[in-house]
């Protein structure tokens, strides 16, 4: 039942977003993971538009917050406002309550705000004066980085980078795609209104499916090994590789792997994941989280290439 739901909620959107499957696919499985996940990519590649269209189509609340270098931790969260004729403070919830959040350019806000992103991020929850205060559920953050600008940009904290379940980059369209688009956005007039497919009860019922498919011992081992591999790559005849890993992956890799394995066999109409799942996968879960050191850089190593020789090399079983 919840299969072909899934199938009109992507037919829905694909009335309004053109050939952004990929996207699509890891924003399904952020939110039926209750993962969050930082896009990166050029502007005008409809990340604003794709993720706006999701809101709508899962009938949940969806707030965009425009990350600039002079927005304060209240304008995230919220604050206390003195009421003069009450005599007392009243709590002002800020955008942060809602189910979808869409962060855009989050690395243009200094770090108080990012710690305050960050508390609602891990913790499901924002502190307001002396009180806390839970989200409401489903809460997940869909952060957009450009990587053009960098101009009066601050670089995302490691521990808030490894919060993240996927680093998903978004690219240009191909030629019958980008006709397409030119196509329908060419009438003045166009204005396509999306109706609700799913809701949160939904939404949890299919966070318990995925939460039922099977994942051998043998895989499970195999996600195990592509981890230490990015920690002790000489151990696993990753010789050139070593040369540029500062740090390998975190737990969070392991766990978001194999919730995210799980998510998209769901996805594929299987109640348990084969090694293709995982090795799709690991780019988008492996890729913010493998730190290369300045020798990389030097010699221009790309985190996907380092990502590419490990699945190579890391055997199943």
Known sequence: MYLEKIKDVLNELGKVVVGQDKLLNRLLIGLFTGGHILLEGVPGLAKTLTINSMAKVLHLDFKRIQFTPDLLPADLIGTMIYKPKIGDYEVKKGPIFSNIILADEVNRSPAKVQSALLEAMQERQVTIGDETY?????????????????????????????????????????RQQELEVMRRMSDI?????????????????????????????????????????????????????????????????????????????????????????????????????ILLNYEAEADNVRTISIIDSILRKVAIG
Do not use: C, W
């Open 134 to 174: 839970l989200l409401d559920r489903p809460f997940i953050v869909l952060a957009t980085q450009n990587p053009v600008e960098q101009e009066g940009t601050y670089p995302l904290p490691e521990a808030q980078i490894d919060r993240f379940m996927m680093k998903v980059y978004v690219d240009y369209l191909d």
């Open 189 to 289: 007039n166009y204005d396509y209104k999306i109706k609700p497919i799913l809701n949160k009860e939904d939404i949890f019922a299919i966070r318990d499916n995925v939460n039922k498919v099977n994942i051998s011992d043998t895989l499970e081992r195999y996600i195990i090994e592509l981890v230490f591999a990015t920690r002790r790559p000489l151990e696993y005849g990753l010789r050139d590789e070593a040369r540029y890993i500062q740090f390998g992956v975190s737990p969070r890799a392991t766990i978001y792997l194999n919730r995210a394995a799980k998510a998209l066999a769901y996805l594929e109409g299987r109640d348990y994941v084969l090694p293709e799942d995982i090795k799709e996968l690991a780019p988008d879960i492996m890729n913010h989280r």
